[in-house]
């Protein structure tokens, strides 16, 4: 019986987990390896375009950024359309780049868009790397934010009260 000869590789080190957390009610940290297993892959054919190289095009595959959200249980009433729409979702790559979403960018009575967490691209596994963002309906590149750290989730509390004028301050007693 002969076998295909394999190549004893020494894997290389899976990249640390990044951590899930913010107004969730379990918070996790979660590897590549993690994201394939425990959620339904799916995959992005997308092209997108950087400032200083020009357009890419890639394939990715991965878990869906909502799935993943979901089973975390952020703290919103999730009947509650109106209460959804508070939340913000911040996404921290292992050099300290970082980007914004909304939740109801993935959302679908909203956005509805296929934010993947991503496990591989182009056919290669992420795991040394750590996953990567795909928005899919980005033109520019920046938010796919690679060799993710953190998701964070959390309800934005809304703009600061406007300032008091000082006229109407209170006048301190001498
Ligand atoms: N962690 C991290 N992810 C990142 C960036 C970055 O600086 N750090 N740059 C973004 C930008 S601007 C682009 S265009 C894409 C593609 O970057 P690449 O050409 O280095 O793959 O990655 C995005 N993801
Ligand atoms: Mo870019």
New binding site residues.
């Given amino acids: 019986m002969s076998r295909v000869s394999t190549q004893h590789r020494t894997p290389l080190p899976a990249a640390a987990p990044f951590l899930l957390r913010g107004e969730v009610a379990r918070p996790v940290s979660l590897t590549v390896t993690d994201l394939r297993e425990r959620w339904a892959a799916h995959r992005a054919d997308v092209v997108?375009?950087?400032?200083?190289?020009g357009p890419?095009h890639h394939t990715f595959e991965g878990a869906l950024l909502r799935d993943v959200i979901a089973d975390a249980s952020p703290d919103f009433d999730a009947r509650r359309r109106k209460d959804r729409t508070r939340y913000l979702l911040a996404v921290?790559?292992?050099?300290?780049?970082h980007t914004v979403l909304s939740w109801a960018e993935v959302d679908a009575d909203f956005g509805d868009i296929p934010i993947l967490l991503a496990t591989s691209m182009d056919g290669r596994d992420l795991d040394a790397e750590g996953s990567?963002?795909v928005v899919p309906s980005d033109h520019?590149?920046?938010?796919?934010?690679?060799?993710?750290t953190s998701v964070w989730l959390g309800a934005y509390a809304g703009p600061p009260l406007p300032p008091v004028p000082a006229a109407d301050l209170p006048v301190p007693p001498r």
């Fill in positions: 997108f375009h950087c400032t200083t190289d890419r921290t790559g292992g050099d300290g780049h990567q963002l520019c590149g920046a938010r796919y934010v690679s060799a993710i």
